[in-house]
């Protein structure tokens, strides 16, 4: 909430939008691009949802195909959907763009030969344009194709050149000789080459990460070079050890070794920055540095300073056009959206599933502020009426003025700020008055609320992505829920079985079921429309307990229904389920309990 993120507002919920809408409202906002109320800034991200495995510290959106076809499906939806917005838009100038996911390179050189086309007819971008590669599955004929179509910067994500590491994390990545190829070829078409390192892993020591820098640096010779620290995610929520803190592991004599290698360190910010970077000594960095500069100069006088580096939550002042599942859209001054799509039904003839929530040239304001407030800077009111079309002072003056009176504002002409040492609690009371106001009872918000979970039923909806609502379910005791209502983290047996037994992600079908439902302990299948409750499996480490089938270190039982047996058909499927398990463990399996043994929880 202090960053102004809207989506951490309390009393926010999702709203179903229609294509229609937005196709409309962006080409309103587009005639008046530049003018107050519609930032000349757009910046463009493309969602890949596939990746050729599935790394263990990913908290992106991201799929594993099952087959090729899945891939070719997903091509033709976003080829179909980008020539849907070249029809309503006409082709758009772009400020930045950037293709991510997912793995963009998974995609076959063919159909990612085919979506250029598409996207070219559509959108010419201006300045950066950023696709990300997994060195494992690019090479040099998508190479030539991302070039051919405007793309200027390659980021390679390789975390970790440690094979312990690497194993650990689920991650393959080839010999750094390719690396060191894909980087030549890369900036011989003319573009900046990042490469992506994590600190912090699992099994990973200072020694092995040191390792990997100098490695990276030595031979592979990117651009640029940019550290992250790890952040652990549910299935993999081992916390970095504290000898793993930037401070701790980027020391002076690691960075003088760098300069001799011909890198400046951009390392300033202290442990809680998220990343780090090593830039190479180029001309093309001083240029970057150089823009960027100018920009923050030209920001400071002037509204309509656009920023050529794509920085999709950084510059919130900017439209953010989002196209396939899983990507966020700003649409300033009238909503932002997210594309929630099931992948599994996207194709040519699928519309578009968007979630998000319509806002008010006054709740950009409120951002805006709250944004500014929380990284100590100053806002120039003035700026921001002709930004938003606001009259700020009108709107929010006597909250200025009470904040002054509480010493927690401070005022120099159109400008205001954050007093650094004001009271936290007359400070939080200040940035509580920013926030919108709550619409609708308690009773009506947690309908609306539930009603945008039960989205997760329709098997046209990523049901993962509908998570961005699950805060303001109402507590219900049901599968997967903590007693606040919120989601729990799956269980380690329980993702170390579905990996085992390639189960998919929500919304994603499995034998004669769907996945409902994945978290906690227990996974839900749909086996039968509602009203009909789905089935619940329990899967737990194997301690001797009572359950439907005991395999190597599993136990897997289903959950019951106030006494009631289990219908034929999901008895059916738990036999498969044990099937599968089985077959996957091979001889570490054991036999089916009999029918009498067979447990319910």
């Not at 046209?460 to 599968?479: K, M, N, T």
Request: hydrophobic share 40%; proline share 7%.
């Amino acid at each position: 909430m202090l960053r102004g993120d809207l989506s951490a507002w309390y009393g926010w919920w999702p709203q179903r939008l229609s294509v229609d809408e937005l196709l409309a409202a962006w080409q309103s906002a587009l005639a008046r691009r530049g003018q107050p109320g519609s930032p000349a800034t757009l910046q463009l991200y493309t969602h890949f949802a596939f990746c050729q495995a599935s790394c263990a510290f990913c908290q992106y959106f991201h799929l594993v195909p099952h087959d090729r076809q899945q891939v070719d499906r997903y091509t033709d939806y976003l080829v179909a959907l980008t020539e849907r917005y070249a029809a309503a838009l006409g082709v758009v100038d772009v400020t930045n763009a950037y293709f991510g996911g997912g793995t963009p390179s998974a995609l076959a050189a063919a159909q990612l030969g085919r979506f250029l086309a598409a996207f070219a007819r559509a959108f010419r971008v201006r300045n950066e344009f950023t696709c990300e590669g997994h060195p494992g599955n690019l090479d040099a004929e998508k190479l030539d194709l991302l070039a051919a179509a405007g793309v200027n910067r390659l980021s390679l994500g390789l975390q970790s050149l440690d094979p312990v590491v690497c194993r650990r994390i689920g991650r393959m990545n080839p010999p750094l000789e390719r690396v060191r190829e894909l980087v030549r070829r890369a900036r011989a078409l003319g573009m900046w080459v990042n490469a992506d390192l994590v600190l912090g892993l699992p099994e990973q020591t200072p020694q092995s990460f040191l390792s990997d820098l100098d490695r990276l640096l030595a031979d592979g010779r990117p651009d640029c070079l940019t550290v992250y620290r790890y952040q652990p995610v549910p299935h993999l929520n081992q916390a970095p050890d504290e000898t793993m803190r930037y401070s701790r592991v980027l020391t002076p004599a690691v960075l003088l070794r760098a300069l001799r290698q011909g890198y400046l360190p951009a390392t300033s910010g202290g442990d809680d920055r998220p990343g780090k970077d090593f830039f190479r000594n180029s001309t093309r960095t001083w240029r970057q540095w150089f823009d960027r500069l100018r920009y923050e100069v030209v920001r400071m006088v002037r509204t309509d300073a656009e920023l050529r580096s794509y920085a999709q939550f950084e510059d919130n002042d900017s439209h953010i056009l989002g196209i396939g599942p899983g990507a966020m859209s700003h649409l300033y001054g009238h909503s932002w959206y997210r594309e929630i799509t099931a992948v599994a039904t996207a194709s040519t003839g699928a519309e578009p599933v968007y979630l998000g929530t319509r806002v008010t040239p006054a709740d950009e304001c409120r951002s805006a502020l709250l944004q500014g407030f929380a990284r100590s800077r100053w806002v120039d009111t003035r700026a921001l009426g002709r930004r938003s079309g606001v009259d700020v002072e009108a709107t929010f003056g006597p909250l200025f003025d009470a904040a002054r009176q509480d010493r927690c504002l401070r005022r120099f002409a159109r400008w205001v700020g954050c007093v650094p040492d004001a009271s936290p609690s007359a400070q939080a009371a200040f940035f509580t008055s920013l926030l919108p106001a709550l619409t609708g009872d308690a009773e009506a918000r947690a309908q609306r609320a539930q009603e945008t979970n039960g989205l997760r039923a329709s098997e046209h909806v990523q049901r993962e992505l509908v998570g961005i609502g699950d805060h303001l379910a109402l507590p219900s005791g049901g599968p997967g829920a903590s007693p606040s209502g919120a989601p729990q983290p799956p269980d380690d047996a329980l993702v170390a079985w579905a990996q085992l037994i390639g189960l998919g992600v929500p919304g994603e079908r499995f034998a004669s079921a769907v996945v409902e439902r994945f978290g906690g302990r227990e996974v839900q299948f749909r086996l039968r429309p509602e009203p009909d409750p789905p089935l619940r499996v329990m899967v737990e480490r194997d301690t001797g307990q009572p359950s439907f089938l005991r395999a190597g270190p599993y136990a897997i039982s289903y959950v019951g229904r106030h006494g009631e047996p289990l219908p034929p058909a999901e008895e059916e499927f738990m036999l498969e389920l044990s099937a599968r398990t089985r077959a996957a463990l091979g001889p570490a399996a054991e036999a089916v309990l009999p029918a009498t043994e067979r447990g319910r929880v």
